[in-house]
């Protein structure tokens, strides 16, 4: 039973609410529909004891009330039109007490009907806000006013006294009952609709925050930070850093002879392995391309020691990849490749975005790692003048691929002296 009036209540309220309305004006709409219908159906107590009383004009009052009220309610419902069904509602249990106190003959003869007219100003306060109650407030005690103008002189029909008491009783205890429903729903209502907002605005930030980590693995934080900030072209020139590249040697032919879920799995496992250096050394990742790595030392962030970052590191990767390979029992070796010089740095793209670098040195970087050998470190010249006091560097002579006859370092470890 409590179920199938909560329904039918909840089916009421909704009556009206169109589909765009937001939470806070379908509470206001509920809110007078359930209201409405409730005072309409209470005006038939009103109806029925004064016609028992045979007072035919009185009983004819509320009875019109609860006809024109109907009536504006079915008129909502077909039109939708919010602001001149809260103004008739309003105005009908604000007029229509102080006409039914005037035919009963004033505040004693009637019980002081006239306390149920309190209810259109502090439904304006809920319907249309503060300032527009203001007027109908106004109107309450104007009308109170020349009630209290023409108490005298209003014709006085017999009502017995027991009855007269009866309706002050009930008079006050009703309108105090109604009122405090009103708001007990209304705030009831709100408050729900705050958690629920509250819900969704956490959801929201949830929501941001997966994507503010999503972005964070595509791009530096202070990159992401323009792009959010609304650069539309982020493109820098930086003057010292070192490029790292990393390529798993003989990767293609092991993988032909797994399963897609092991390649996917071994690789997942060794560039795990490498974004934990990266972190650890403050290299930014820049992106990987099959089983090839590439990171940066000396951005977006500048710092003097990069080249060693990068030789810090580059030795770090050889020695991880030799633990995976003891744990993936397969033969892996790591040919890794380090140019330090001038770079340009831009993010590229509208729906999915790169952060890339372009410039000699990137391409010095991956030749160094092309050429070398598996298991070796090869590093330019430009990256051994950076190192040379700090790491054990043996000299070679290597033909580059578009560069020709160069002299390239294998980066072996640390230097004793240090």
Known sequence: MKATIRRWTDRLAAAGALPGDPPEERLRKATLMLSSIGVTILATVWVATYAALGLWVSAAVPLAYQVLSLLDIAV?????????????????????????????????????????????????????????????????????????????????????????????????????????????????????????????????????????????????????????????????????????????????????????????????????AFDELAEAHGLEKIKTIGDGYMAVAGLPTPRSDHAEAAAEMALGLRERIAEVEAAARCRLAVRLGIDSGPVVAGVIGKRKFSYDLWGDTVNTASRMESHASPGSIQVSERSYERLRHRYLLEPQTVVVKGKGEMTTYLLSGRSPRT
Request: proline share 5%; with cysteine.
């Open 76 to 272: 909502f419902l077909r039109t939708r039109r919010w602001t001149l069904f809260r103004f008739l509602q309003l105005l009908l249990i604000l007029l229509l007490p102080f006409i039914l106190q005037w035919t009963l003959g004033g505040f004693v003869n009637s019980g002081a009907v006239m306390l149920w007219a309190i209810v259109a100003p502090l439904g304006a306060l809920f319907f249309c806000g503060p300032r527009l109650a203001v007027p109908w407030l106004g109107a309450y005690i104007a009308l109170i006013g020349l009630s209290g103008a023409i108490d005298g002189v209003l014709p006085r029909h017999h009502v017995p006294t027991a009855a007269v008491v009866a309706f002050f009783a009930l008079n006050m205890s009703v309108v105090s009952a109604f009122a405090y429903s009103l708001i007990h729903y209304f705030l009831g209502e709100r408050e729900k609709a705050m958690a629920a907002l509250a819900e969704e605005h956490s959801k929201l930030v949830e929501e941001q925050a997966r994507s503010e980590r999503l972005l964070l693995n595509i791009l530096p934080e202070p990159i992401a930070d323009r792009l959010k900030a609304g650069e539309t072209v982020i493109a820098d020139r930086h003057e010292e850093v070192s490029v790292l590249f990393a390529d798993i040697a003989g990767f293609t032919p092991l993988a032909e002879g797994m399963e897609p879920e092991e390649v996917v799995r071994l690789l997942n496992t060794i560039f795990s």
